[in-house]
């Protein structure tokens, strides 16, 4: 029988108080503009663009907070000390 290869799909959200963000990736954004994107890749986007639309509605205490917390999310998932 042989070994199957298993791969672990880096998340795509965050959850802190009692809320959830996306985590931003890059390739998304270029497969958007320049390739083909995928329905997945079509829902992380539009994920990522209502994320930035209430983030423009939150008072500056509260959009430091929100970045803090998916800075932090983005490094632990690139394995990184800090973002």
Known sequence: M????VRMRKPIMTNFDGMAWPIPN???????RYGQPTREDQLQAASEMDAYAALLVKTQ??????CKMVCA????VNRQKEC
């Open 2 to 5: 042989g070994e199957q290869e």
């Open 26 to 32: 890059a390739n998304v954004s270029h497969r958007m």
């Open 61 to 66: 205490k509260q959009r430091n907070h929100i």
């Open 73 to 76: 999310a983005v490094a632990s």
